[in-house]
């Protein structure tokens, strides 16, 4: 018994034994498939002490930080981060190490030996190892660098403009809110914001094609770029327009410096598409003092300001004030009064008399518009018509201003016969060039009345014609078909467009006033005077110069061999009567061929100050 007794204890031991053994080798086996697996697995992987500490690395987390297994082991794991990012892995191993979590996963940059930047997920769980003597931990490390590069460059395109590179408008809305925020919280965190505009990018734009348009665009950025302190934001936010965020602000004066500096380098010439381009830019600033609430007030009045700059002339900046606010709401009443005055007979027409200047014979009317308002008293045109263009009442005015002039030349032509070969000429602005009814409008006009179309001459400003060039072209030619009279107007104001005008269905170039005022016999000034008169004969052209207020000026003007002109020496704009009575004169002078005419003393008798009503 005592013999059976020890045999079933034997081969129970061997059993055990064989038991224990078959579990070491399953041990065994199973560390191999790890240690195969943890070796040849694709992604990162390690075992880290408690402390951190890397004991083991497999060959896909070395080739990703660029370092041999060797070099890793024994390091801690946060020597392989960047900076702060091992403070936020420290955090979580205390976690998972107080117990308090059992894994977690962080993303986070790695550096590689050579430097770079590598993004990676990490995973790391407590690993259950028999054979480990202390616990440790498991990492898992992934790649997503690529990943990360696309998501950053996702973020890049919604918050920068793709031509330029500079942030756009939803990023500098982000900061200024930022920029907001931080003022709430420190009020002496002051800020300022400019609006920048370019005072002649739409002619560019037009006359050298999109392709310059976005060279200029480009080269203004670098240059506004290259001026503004690091912590300063500049933005595109559409178009030409630009904005910058000055923070850390000790005084107004110092925005008000920076926008002098930067108009004084946007002055000076780019090359743009081969040629040499000067602009400049009228800046609208505004300061975190007014008390701002949102991004949206503060580019409002930012804007505001920029348009106020504008009004004072090219390459200006003015800054914000609260009267800009009461002349905005003035100007919405200003339009309501407008849309009345159409209505009330408010608006009436002067008519300024163009002379042949060697026979003082006077050839055509200008008709010029005057608003009577009922408070205000006279408004001026240059007032008035742009406010017109841009709330679209342009059209009604101009289609009345076409029905006064047109009506009251066939009035004229009535009443005075011989004097039917005077005509009328009515400025036009680039609306009315762009719209596609006008031509025909003008053609109904003329029919109605039997006006001979070459009495109607049309004046587009040379600005407005560059504006909108290609719109333009095709109502010019409509009229040139009806044998309307083209002129353009303000002429040598504009941007090189002395290419375009042999091509352009023209009649007549008026030499913009400034020009005429200059002429004191000097001969310098005399040059653009004489080009443009040289140039009006090469093409065939007729030339008109405006605003003769002098003898000089006439002389000078018809030695330089200008075949027409009008000014407050020869005429002053006229009311209805005036110009009548003027008429009236010339036709009885006309019938009695041997009395001396005597323009100048006719002139003279209507040079007084014209009153309407
Ligand atoms: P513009 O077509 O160049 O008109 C000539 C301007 O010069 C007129 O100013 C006229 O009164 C002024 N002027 C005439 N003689 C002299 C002079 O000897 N010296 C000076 N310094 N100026 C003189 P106004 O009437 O104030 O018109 C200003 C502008 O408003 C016009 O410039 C024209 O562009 C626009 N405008 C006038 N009437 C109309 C209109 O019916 N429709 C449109 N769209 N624009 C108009
Ligand atoms: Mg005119
Ligand atoms: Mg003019």
Avoid at 81 to 96: M, S, T
Avoid at 219 to 242: C, N, T, W, Y
Wanted: include cysteine.
């Amino acid at each position: 018994a005592a013999e059976r007794e020890r045999a079933a204890r034997v081969e129970a031991a061997e059993r055990e034994a064989a038991q224990a053994a078959q579990h070491v080798r399953a041990l065994e086996r199973s560390e191999r498939r790890f240690h195969s697996a943890f070796t040849h697995a694709a992604i990162g992987m390690a075992l880290v002490a408690t402390d951190g500490r890397v004991l083991q690395a497999n060959r896909a987390l070395s080739a990703l930080l660029g370092r041999d297994a060797s070099a890793l082991a024994g390091q801690p794991f946060g020597d392989f981060l960047f900076g702060e990012d091992a403070g936020l892995l420290d955090e979580q191993l205390a976690r998972v190490l107080r117990r308090e979590v059992e894994a977690f996963s962080l993303e986070l940059r790695c550096r590689h030996l050579n430097g770079r930047e590598i993004w990676v997920s990490l995973h790391c769980a407590f690993f259950d190892d028999a054979a480990a003597t202390e616990p440790c931990l498991i990492f898992q490390v992934h790649d997503i660098t690529a990943r990360r590069r696309a998501e950053g460059r996702l973020q890049h395109i919604a918050y920068h403009d793709s031509l330029t590179n500079l942030a756009n408008r939803s990023r500098f809305n982000e900061c200024l809110l930022q920029a907001l925020e931080a003022q709430r919280e420190d009020p002496a965190r002051h800020f300022a914001v400019m609006y920048l505009d370019f005072d002649r990018f739409k002619l560019i734009n037009d006359s050298l094609g999109h392709g310059a348009g976005d060279e200029f665009l480009v080269k203004v950025a670098r240059r506004i770029q290259e001026h503004v302190r690091p912590s300063d934001m500049v933005a595109r936010l559409g178009g030409d327009e630009f904005a910058i965020l000055t923070t850390h602000l000790t005084s107004t004066q110092h925005a008000v410096a920076l926008a002098e500096r930067l108009q004084e380098v946007l002055r000076k010439p780019l090359a743009i598409a081969g040629r040499e381009i000067t602009t400049s830019a009228s800046i609208g600033i505004t300061f975190s003092e007014i008390g701002y609430r949102t991004p949206e007030e503060v580019l409002r009045d930012a804007d505001l300001a920029m348009y106020e700059a504008k009004a004072k002339g090219k390459a200006q900046h003015a800054l914000f004030d609260g009267s800009l606010h009461r002349q905005a709401t003035e100007q919405l009443s200003l339009e309501g009064d407008l849309r009345r005055a159409l209505e009330t007979g408010e608006l009436v027409l002067v008519y300024q008399p163009i002379y042949q200047l060697a026979t003082r014979r006077l050839v055509s009317f200008e008709a010029l518009l005057r608003w009577n308002h009922p408070e205000r008293g006279l408004i001026d045109p240059a007032v008035f018509i742009p406010l017109a263009e841009e709330s679209g009442l342009i059209e009604p005015l101009s289609r009345w201003v076409l029905e006064r002039a047109c009506a009251q030349l066939h009035a004229w032509h009535t009443q005075h016969p011989r004097m039917a070969h005077v005509g009328m000429h009515m400025n036009a602005s680039s609306k009315d060039f762009a719209s596609m009814r006008f031509a025909q409008r003008v053609s109904e006009m003329l029919e109605r009345l039997e006006l001979r179309p070459s009495l109607l001459t049309l004046e587009i400003t040379e600005n407005a014609l560059m504006e909108r060039m290609d719109a333009a072209a095709a109502t010019m030619a409509q009229l040139r078909e009806l044998g309307v009279g083209l002129s353009i107007d303000d002429f040598g104001t504009g941007y090189s467009s002395l290419s375009y005008l042999s091509t352009l269905p023209i009649n007549s170039l008026k030499i913009d006033r400034s020009f005429v005022h200059r002429l004191h016999g000097n001969a310098e000034n005399s040059e653009i005077v004489r080009a443009v008169i040289d140039l009006g004969a090469s093409l065939g052209k007729q030339v008109i110069a405006e605003g003769i207020e002098t003898d000089a000026q006439l002389q000078r003007l018809v030695q330089l061999g200008c075949g027409h002109g009008q000014g407050i020496l020869l005429a002053e704009p006229l009311t209805t009567n005036q110009a009548g009575a003027l008429l009236a004169a010339l036709a009885a002078e006309s019938a009695t061929p041997f009395v001396e005419a005597a323009p100048a003393a006719l002139a003279v008798g209507l040079r007084q100050p014209v009153h309407i009503h």
